[in-house]
């Protein structure tokens, strides 16, 4: 039981590049969500998911896009990069909204420059 | 609507007391508490739902003041395991959680 993988671990981005930042999880959880976290700021909510082919967004999407085919995978798309999207980002899975628990990925570190 | 943590930082000696403040503008369903380490990923605590309740995990433990929209985690006989960012995130309806700034704790020998 691997819980929540994220890959990959560190990238340098250049400005206008594109990429997928993949968030995998193996508990069998409905909730999935994609934050932000820049130093001093705590977590900004990008996209969340109740279910495989739902999503909505949060309180931060520009620039960002996801999809939800599977329960298990919640890749995030950034498209045309930008040094405001320098930051580190963690995926998050949850069992259910109630008495929900988010379970953290390691995290993706994003330099875009 | 991101909730105020309360303090910024706080310094303790191993042994010491601490609390760790969290209040919201807007009503509140949860409290939720995540401690996270450097470099690390945030890590559950605790959760606590409307109604007033009080929870407790080892010499960790929590407050949920629903009228107030307040909660309060309490750290006492701190050990050095217990340095990091402490991390509310209130839910006041719907899906989303919404994360304090932090509070960075550290606990000196």
């Known amino acids: 039981n691997a819980g929540v993988t994220q890959t990959p671990k560190f990238r340098i981005l250049k400005i206008g590049q594109s990429m997928t930042l993949q968030c995998t999880q193996d508990m069998n959880h409905n909730y999935m969500y994609w934050y932000r976290q820049d130093p001093g700021m705590g977590l900004k909510l990008i996209y969340y998911s109740v279910g495989a082919g739902i999503t909505d967004k949060g309180e931060v999407p520009n620039g960002y896009n996801v999809s939800r085919s599977t329960t298990e995978d919640f890749p995030l798309r950034l498209e045309l990069a930008a040094p405001s999207q320098t930051s580190v980002y963690f995926c998050a899975s949850a069992t259910s909204v109630r008495q929900e628990t988010q379970y953290f990925g390691p995290g993706t570190r994003l330099l875009v420059l | 609507q991101q909730p105020v943590q309360s303090p910024q930082a706080v310094i303790l000696r191993e042994g010491e007391d601490a609390v760790i403040n969290c209040s919201s503008s807007?009503?509140?369903?949860?409290v939720h508490w995540y401690r996270q380490k450097h470099g690390e990923a945030p890590v559950f605590l605790m959760i606590?739902?409307?109604?007033?309740e009080q929870k407790g995990h080892d010499k960790i433990s929590a407050s949920f003041n629903e009228k107030k929209q307040q909660s309060s985690l309490y750290l006492t006989a701190s050990q050095l395991s217990y340095s990091g960012t402490y991390f509310c995130?209130?839910?006041?309806?719907?899906?989303?959680?919404?994360f304090g700034k932090g509070t960075s704790l550290l606990v000196t020998p």
């Open positions: 807007k009503a509140l369903y949860s």
């Open positions: 606590l739902l409307k109604g007033g």
């Open positions: 995130g209130t839910r006041n309806s719907g899906y989303a959680l919404n």
